[in-house]
């Protein structure tokens, strides 16, 4: 499996914050306080808190408060109309896996509503990506050594993507020069 697609399972997500709707009143231990959650409550929580809380039946995902099928499709209109990439929230390729995960589960449990929207959502967050992606490899063709200031509106995953691309084409470049520049024969 690549590394993106298992970022969620490191250290990377622990300060993303994910909304929440507390389904079962408890109280939770974390290393710096006990949180007293009661029913009903809607609360934002860091990934492996609500991850545990979720697992546990204790909460639900607070939907309103994850990017929505029409978030996305703006998202995609604006990074198509602009050259420079968008700024995207913290946390958001986790955020649109959270909704996709909850949307799949209750495609499976036959909300027929759910199927369409995830199959909405995965058309718009492709496009997305496409774009993004795009942009990300033109970055590093246009100058392989990577740019902190190019990174300012990329998300996490996507400097990963940028300086992996970047090293790459360098590294190809230097190679294919070493071989007119050193003189290596056939």
């Known amino acids: 499996m690549s590394l993106c697609g298992t970022l969620h399972t490191t250290a990377v997500y622990m300060d993303v914050d994910v909304p929440l709707v507390i389904v079962k009143d408890t109280s939770w231990k974390t290393p710096l306080q006990?949180?007293?959650?009661?029913?009903?409550?809607?609360?934002?929580?860091?990934?492996?808190y609500a991850l545990a809380l979720l697992r546990e039946g204790y909460a639900e995902l607070d939907l309103e408060g994850l990017p929505s099928y029409s978030t996305l499709k703006k998202l995609s209109w604006a990074e198509e109309k602009t050259e420079d990439?968008?700024?995207?929230?913290?946390?958001?390729?986790?955020?649109?896996?959270?909704?996709?995960?909850?949307?799949?589960e209750r495609a499976r449990k036959g909300d027929e509503s759910a199927e369409e929207n995830l199959r909405r959502v995965r058309i718009a967050?492709?496009?997305?990506?496409?774009?993004?992606?795009?942009?990300?490899?033109?970055?590093?063709?246009?100058?392989?050594?990577?740019?902190?200031d190019k990174m300012k509106n990329m998300t996490l995953e996507e400097q990963i993507l940028y300086?992996?691309?970047c090293e790459l084409l360098s590294g190809w470049t230097k190679s294919l020069v070493s071989l007119v520049a050193g003189g290596e024969k056939v």
Do not use: W
Request: glycine share 4%.
């Open 34 to 48: 006990i949180l007293k959650l009661r029913a009903g409550q809607k609360v934002k929580l860091p990934y492996p």
């Open 85 to 104: 990439l968008q700024p995207l929230e913290e946390g958001f390729y986790l955020k649109v896996m959270l909704l996709a995960n909850s949307l799949r």
């Open 125 to 148: 967050f492709a496009d997305l990506v496409r774009l993004r992606s795009l942009k990300i490899a033109q970055l590093a063709s246009k100058n392989p050594t990577p740019s902190k």
């Open 163 to 165: 300086v992996t691309l």
